[in-house]
């Protein structure tokens, strides 16, 4: 069994920063994208960023792009989200998730962590 771990979500004022971290661990497996998800109250997942394991390609929402910025630490199984200039529509549960696939559906998803923006 993989689990992912996310931390660093908490309270920030809008235009402020935060550093998500996701750590896999478990039974090893070959890990070819992951990616970070973010689900409001009230409202469904929406995708926010992806990585490719191998190489490093990035791919964001549009809503995200040039404030948030996605890196991995293959060493580690660790993935980042660097949140900047954040807005209060930032404010939902970010969960991060892992495929061994390319394309198609996330296999493993972690628990989730807060992040609240305010005005």
């Known amino acids: 069994q993989v689990q992912l771990v996310e931390s660093g979500g908490g309270l920030v004022q809008a235009g402020g920063s935060l550093r998500l971290s996701c750590a896999a661990s478990g039974r090893s497996f070959s890990t070819n994208r992951m990616g970070w998800f973010r689900q409001a109250p009230g409202k469904g997942r929406d995708f926010v960023a992806a990585?490719?394991?191998?190489?490093?390609?990035?791919y964001y929402a549009d809503s995200v792009k040039g404030r948030l910025t996605i890196s991995r630490d293959t060493a580690k199984n660790t993935m980042l989200l660097q949140m900047n200039s954040l807005k209060p529509e930032d404010t939902a549960a970010y969960y991060c998730?892992?495929?061994?696939?390319?394309?198609?559906?996330?296999?493993?998803w972690g628990q989730g962590t807060q992040v609240t923006v305010s005005s």
């Open positions: 998730a892992a495929s061994e696939n390319l394309v198609g559906a996330y296999e493993y």
């Open positions: 990585i490719r394991w191998s190489g490093g390609s990035t």
